[in-house]
C-alpha cells in the first residue's frame, strides 16, 4: 500500500542550486500533478500531467521544470533554486479524469532554499 | 481571475456546537472537493461532489454544493476534538486543474 512516494521528505538548497523532487505512485493512475503549499495560501498547482508523455502548466509553473517518461513517475525540477521557492511540495495522483476523482497525496517534501 | 474563498480562515469552538465552513468560488464549475490536512500531514480526501445540490455526509461532516450561487458548504454538527484539523475546498475549472481555498483552520476545545 504504497500510494504516493515523495523524496526527499526535507531539503536544504543554497541559491542557485537544482535539483529534483521525486514523486512516485503506484496505482497506475494517469493523473498526476505537483503542488506548492504556502501559509495562509492553500495549495497552488505547479504542474500536471495526464499521461505518460504530456505536461501542462498550472497556476505557478514557473521555475519548475517537469517530465512524465513513466506513468509511475512525475519528477519536479528547480533549475536555479530561489529563496521564494522555500515550501511544502506535494505530489498528488488520481485515477481518471471523468468524474474526476480525488486525488491522492504524497507525504511532502519540504524544501528550504537559503 | 479565478478565486476560491473560504471563510471563515480560523474557527475555534466547543465541543458539541455546531458550525458551517463556507466556499465561494468565481467561476463556473460542477465538480468541487474537499480535503483535511492534520498539521504537518498530507492531504485527505472528505468528499467529492459532483453536481448541483449534491450533498454528502461522513459522521459528523456534511458537504453540499449550490453550482449557481458558486458556494459549497462543510457543516459540522456536535464537534469533537477529533476533528481539529485544517479544511481546504478546491475547485476544478478546467480539467485538471484545481484551484484551492486558502483552508479553514478548525481548533474544537475540550
Known amino acids: 500500500n504504497a500510494g504516493v512516494t515523495q523524496t526527499p521528505k526535507f531539503q536544504v538548497l543554497k541559491t542557485g542550486q537544482s535539483m529534483t523532487l521525486q514523486c512516485a505512485q503506484d496505482?497506475?493512475?494517469?493523473?498526476m500533478s505537483w503542488y506548492r503549499q504556502d501559509p495562509g495560501m492553500g495549495l497552488r498547482l505547479i504542474h500536471y500531467?495526464?499521461?505518460?508523455?504530456?505536461?501542462d502548466q498550472g497556476e505557478v509553473p514557473n521555475g519548475y521544470n517537469v517530465s512524465r517518461s513513466t506513468t509511475e513517475d512525475f519528477p519536479l525540477r528547480l533549475l536555479s533554486a530561489a529563496p521564494s521557492q522555500t515550501s511544502v511540495y506535494f505530489c498528488?495522483?488520481?485515477?481518471?479524469?471523468?468524474?474526476?476523482?480525488?486525488?491522492?497525496f504524497g507525504d511532502g517534501t519540504r524544501l528550504s532554499i537559503l | 481571475e479565478l478565486k476560491v474563498e473560504q471563510n471563515p480562515l480560523f474557527l475555534s469552538m466547543q465541543e458539541g456546537k455546531n458550525y458551517t465552513i463556507y466556499c465561494n468560488y468565481s467561476?463556473?464549475?460542477?465538480?468541487l472537493y474537499w480535503y483535511r490536512q492534520d498539521p504537518g500531514k498530507s492531504l485527505e480526501s472528505l468528499f467529492v461532489?459532483?453536481?448541483?445540490?449534491a450533498v454528502k455526509q461522513e459522521g459528523r461532516l456534511m458537504a453540499s454544493l449550490d453550482t449557481k450561487a458558486r458556494l459549497s458548504t462543510l457543516h459540522i454538527t456536535a464537534a469533537v476534538h477529533d476533528l481539529s484539523a485544517t479544511y481546504f475546498c478546491?475547485?476544478?475549472?478546467?480539467?485538471?486543474?484545481?484551484?484551492f481555498g486558502q483552508g479553514t483552520t478548525l481548533q474544537v476545545k475540550p
Open positions: 467561476t463556473t464549475s460542477d465538480r
Open positions: 496505482m497506475n493512475h494517469e493523473y
Open positions: 461532489l459532483l453536481s448541483n445540490g
Open positions: 498528488a495522483s488520481s485515477e481518471g479524469l471523468s468524474p474526476f476523482q480525488p486525488q491522492h
Open positions: 478546491a475547485v476544478d475549472y478546467v480539467t485538471g486543474k484545481l484551484i
Open positions: 500531467s495526464v499521461g505518460a508523455g504530456i505536461t
